[in-house]
């Protein structure tokens, strides 16, 4: 039985049937290395100050979840760190960074013994587990779509090259550099174009050799069937980045356009998505458009396609920290810990989640700005009487009516959670979760998100809905994860706040295309559609072609380096992202079979100047 799997589906035919345990999710192990960094603050040398900054615990999570994907645990960190001492030559303080990290990995997988699962540190179990496998044994295996392999998929990949039967691994290599992946195959082209996928051959064909794996003949496919009908693009896989290289004609097939700014620039792509449409026998699914920097693309694809009548599909996890269910309870938590300041009890009021007709909050709000109402007067129990009995330009006993319909949800919450208005107050995970359910049952959530589905499906927006669809269930798990990882401690609501802040910031949602004939809009990393006619690559310029730079995170470059020379495998740095981006660059470029359209804008969106990228 033929079945498409990706390392970590794989990781969980070998092991998620046989573990009683709950794996734990990427937001559950933030929560959890926040909890760590709690408790060993004061052991921390380097990371001391800034351990419960916002966003910290993230970044040290990414960092325990780089070494579980480089198959290490805390005890080869900790025989790296004694290697590190005695040649610690001007890299003290990378000895001391890893020696923090060091400390927070152990502490956390101490944490998780016995209650989670972690499935990126279960490489080792997994590799341990192919031999005795029925799905591996006797197996015949294709590995396709990968440029490069972690440490711990490469060594559960040689495990499984050990078990099948029969293998047939695809990279995309040059097929003019001799015996591609030999360790004397164009040295001097390492830092070329195919770099990334060579030295992933070189280091499986080292490491096949030690398993005393027998390899059969190389496979060369010289003949590129894609371009049959588009010699300019054939042309520009051949030669891309080839100094000297003849020039072709494109014959409009290619097309390059410096527009004024990124509006015009959409609005462009937009008319040249229908004109392909109407005279060039495309259909909506054969095209794509993909951007360097999605981001701020975005809300002009959605406005213009949707003006042009364009079916698209954008390929982008939805982040879910601007849900208004979020910032319900976001901002209920900032009014009872700040005493109830009017700028906090608005912003609650306008999430659309309070059963209160909107008139009457606006007229409300009218009334505390005119009148500067503060925190005071909205714990008082008397009625406000701040007009002069003459004036008749509010409504006082409406006022009051509507501001007790809407404070009686916050005070029930400010008394389950900070008793007497003490912020500091500490409270067990479980009852603050269960006084955030109160509240939202008080305000009847539930029914106003249902409502919202069925409004969303009656006009078509399939997205949507499925946004709210999933929207609760990710919250549930949110505070399960919550109330498990801190159970056993007690928290004042400004320390909850800020660790459920930090978790829904994570939180996003991935969806399935509602149609078949759309136009796909992604980015390059995230994008896979093999039968592309045509693509229109957006953004080409020198800071986000072909994909910005990532943040270097906790470790520098002098740290990896330094790692490095002690045989300790890791992330690559920023030069090898540098040598990457050519690699991304050309996958590009040789998308589509016969229209490709690369645009950028002349300013950004502040109306700065813009540098065209020296890669097009």
Request: aromatic share 8%.
């Amino acid at each position: 039985r033929l079945q498409i799997l990706s390392f970590d589906r794989l990781q969980f035919l070998l092991l998620g049937k046989t573990t009683a345990r709950p794996a734990i999710s990427r937001i559950g192990r933030q929560m959890m290395v926040h909890k760590v960094l709690r408790d060993n603050l004061g052991k921390l040398r380097v990371f001391a100050g800034s351990a419960l900054q916002p966003g910290f615990a993230r970044q040290m999570a990414d960092a325990i979840t780089e070494l579980h994907k480089y198959a290490k645990t805390p005890e080869d960190v900790d025989r790296f760190i004694e290697c590190l001492r005695p040649a610690c030559d001007g890299a003290e303080l990378s000895a001391m960074k890893f020696a923090d990290i060091a400390l927070i990995f152990r502490s956390y997988a101490d944490a998780l013994a016995g209650r989670f699962v972690d499935s990126d540190a279960q490489v080792r179990a997994a590799c341990q587990a192919v031999a005795r496998s029925a799905i591996v044994k006797g197996a015949r295996l294709w590995v396709d779509g990968f440029a490069s392999f972690t440490g711990g998929e490469m060594a559960l990949l040689v495990e499984l090259l050990k078990a099948v039967d029969h293998a047939c691994v695809a990279l995309c290599l040059d097929p003019t550099d001799g015996a591609p992946g030999s360790s004397d195959s164009g040295a001097a082209s390492r830092a070329g174009l195919f770099e990334p996928t060579a030295a992933t051959h070189r280091e499986m064909l080292e490491l096949l050799g030690k398993a005393g794996i027998k390899l059969g003949k190389t496979v060369v496919l010289n003949h590129v069937g894609r371009f049959a009908t588009c010699p300019a693009l054939a042309h520009v896989e051949q030669n891309l980045y080839c100094l000297g290289a003849r020039k072709a004609k494109t014959g409009g097939d290619i097309r390059l356009v410096a527009a004024a700014n990124l509006r015009c620039e959409v609005r462009w792509v937009a008319r040249q998505i229908l004109r392909l449409v109407r005279t060039r026998d495309c259909r909506y699914r054969d095209i794509a458009v993909v951007a360097s920097d999605l981001g701020q693309y975005e809300h002009y694809v959605r406005a213009y396609f949707e003006d042009y009548g364009i079916p698209f599909f954008i390929d982008r996890r939805k982040a879910l920290n601007r849900h208004p269910v979020v910032e319900l309870i976001c901002t209920a938590l900032e009014v009872v810990i700040g005493g109830f300041p009017t700028a906090d009890v608005l912003a609650y009021l306008k999430t659309g989640l309070v059963p209160t007709e909107p008139a009457r909050i606006d007229v409300m709000e009218n009334y505390c700005l005119a009148f500067g109402v503060g925190g005071r007067d909205w714990l008082g129990t008397d009625p406000w009487r701040h007009q002069a009995p003459d004036d008749a330009a509010f409504d006082e006993k409406a006022v009051n009516a509507t501001r007790d319909e809407v404070v009686r949800p916050l005070l029930a919450l400010r008394a389950a959670l900070c008793p007497e208005g003490d912020a500091r107050h500490k409270t067990p995970p479980g009852a603050i979760v269960r006084a955030i359910w109160e509240l939202l049952d008080a305000l009847r959530v539930r029914e106003t998100v249902a409502r919202w589905i069925e409004d969303s499906h009656s006009r078509g927006e399939l997205t949507a809905a499925d946004e709210h669809r999933q929207f609760f269930d990710r919250l549930v798990d949110v505070f399960d994860e919550f109330v498990h990882v801190f159970g056993r401690d007690e928290l004042t609501v400004p320390e909850a706040l800020g660790i459920l802040q930090s978790a829904f910031s994570q939180m996003t949602l991935a969806f399935i295309p509602p149609s078949l004939d759309q136009v796909l809009v992604g980015s390059i990393e995230r994008s896979r559609h093999p039968n592309l006619k045509a693509v229109f690559l957006l953004g080409a310029t020198q800071k986000h072609f072909p994909i910005p730079m990532p943040p270097t995170g906790l470790l520098t470059d002098a740290d990896r380096e330094t790692a490095e020379a002690q045989d300790f495998r890791l992330a690559p740095g920023s030069a090898q992202s540098l040598v990457e981006r050519r690699y991304l660059a050309y996958i590009a470029f040789t998308r589509p079979s016969a229209f490709l359209h690369i645009s950028y804008p002349c300013v950004d969106a502040k109306g700065g100047p813009v540098v065209r990228s020296d890669l097009v």
